[in-house]
């Protein structure tokens, strides 16, 4: 297993790391153009899974590389490719991710933004290793303009491949909603991945008041904004689309080293154990919340004990200073309490357990001592945030 220590490196990455990936090919993103893909295909871009390196791997156009490789430019121009993404939204950063392109990595890249009304009417279908942009599709592309699109990040130069410098960040400060992206290389070469954190918008004009959604799910806007640990996968998973395709696809912690040597239970047969760890939510939109679903999918021998969720009502000032206590907060308020939690099961939890009747914008689910939990679903309606909660009289957690 992988050393604990290595969860320090998070300390030097960027904070925009914790929010979704709105570009991957599991959300429904997808590359609708690519100027040229000898070497290797542009949709590799978006795999969910990090990029490898074969050596004895070949193909009739040269040596397989896991991402997007264009030929050796010949001819004036550079490549570029157009992506959809699988939810629209704000784009907060992007990992370009030229992992073991170490002689033939893009030296420069640009990435510009669009926001169209429809889907576009380009697809790309099959393997396209080998192939280029035909003088069709060249001159549907150009009825985008995509060349003018605004610049998320200008002119910028990559790192090659190796482990120490293969991750490429770039902070964004967009305030528009996104729905494709141009990456340009300049001129050529090859890119492992691109990974686009953002946070999702809906359009919640058109969901009526008396319609429960999920309101924590990244394609409604939600989003992580703070866990205690992350060894062995993010919580931002848990509000995937679908159920998890396997334990990386959800939230699991490292073992907790200040667990008892014997372990003991109390009359509901919930481990009595001194510790706990936590992920943090903002919900798509406030709403109040009529049911829960706690997802174990996957997790057979490393499921949490139990379990309990808290949620508050915050202002973008109350967030901030939350943010800055490491949601250390006395505004936590009890919505599900501890409930024991079994392997491999989705846990449904309605009105009979959850004991908050008002709107919420933010929760925070804690399990103990730790674990896996693969999918988290916060059904109710969505409420306009209009009144103050502080006279309301709840339950106040003691953690």
Not at 202 to 213: A, L
Request: proline share 6%.
């Amino acid at each position: 297993m992988a050393e604990r220590r290595m969860a320090r490196k998070a300390c030097a990455e960027p904070d925009f790391l914790q929010f979704n990936d709105l570009g991957c090919e599991t959300v429904g993103g997808k590359v609708i153009f690519a100027t040229d893909e000898w070497f290797a295909p542009a949709k590799n871009l978006l795999k969910r899974e990090p990029p490898q390196f074969i050596t004895s791997a070949f193909t009739e156009f040269g040596k397989w590389m896991d991402g997007w490789e264009t030929r050796r430019k010949r001819t004036p121009g550079h490549d570029w490719c157009i992506i959809q993404l699988g939810v629209p939204g704000l784009i907060h950063g992007f990992d370009v991710d030229t992992s073991f392109f170490t002689g033939n990595h893009s030296p420069y890249i640009s990435i510009q933004a669009g926001c169209l009304d429809q889907e576009s009417p380009f697809t790309l279908e099959g393997d396209r290793t080998g192939m280029a942009a035909s003088d069709s599709q060249m001159a549907a592309v150009a009825k985008l303009g995509s060349e003018v699109w605004p610049e998320l990040v200008s002119v910028s130069q990559l790192q090659p491949g190796y482990s120490d410098c293969c991750h490429n960040y770039f902070k964004v400060s967009f305030s528009r909603r996104v729905t494709h992206l141009r990456l340009n290389m300049y001129p050529d070469g090859g890119i492992a991945r691109l990974r686009v954190y953002g946070v999702g918008l809906r359009d919640w004009s058109s969901v009526s008041t008396n319609q429960d959604v999920d309101l924590v799910a990244l394609t409604n806007g939600g989003v992580c904004l703070g866990y205690s640990d992350a060894h062995f996968g993010h919580p931002r998973n848990m509000i995937g689309l679908g159920r998890a395709a396997n334990m990386a696809d959800g939230w699991e912690t490292a073992r907790r080293l200040d667990r008892p040597k014997k372990l003991q239970a109390d009359q509901r047969g919930i481990l009595q154990v001194p510790g706990w760890e936590w992920a943090v939510f903002r919900l798509g939109h406030p709403g109040l919340i009529s049911s829960v679903e706690v997802d174990t999918n996957h997790f057979k021998g490393n499921f949490p004990d139990s379990c309990r969720i808290e949620a508050c009502t915050l202002t973008p000032e109350e967030k901030a200073q939350c943010i800055g206590s490491r949601w250390n907060s006395g505004k936590w308020r009890v919505l599900l309490p501890p409930q024991k939690l079994r392997p491999h099961h989705i846990h449904h939890y309605g009105k009979m357990e959850l004991k908050l009747s008002h709107p919420v914008t933010h929760v925070r689910l804690i399990i103990a001592p730790d674990g896996g939990i693969s999918r988290l679903r916060l059904w109710g309606r969505p409420i306009p945030f209009t009144a103050t909660l502080a006279s309301k009289k709840w339950t106040v957690s003691k953690l």
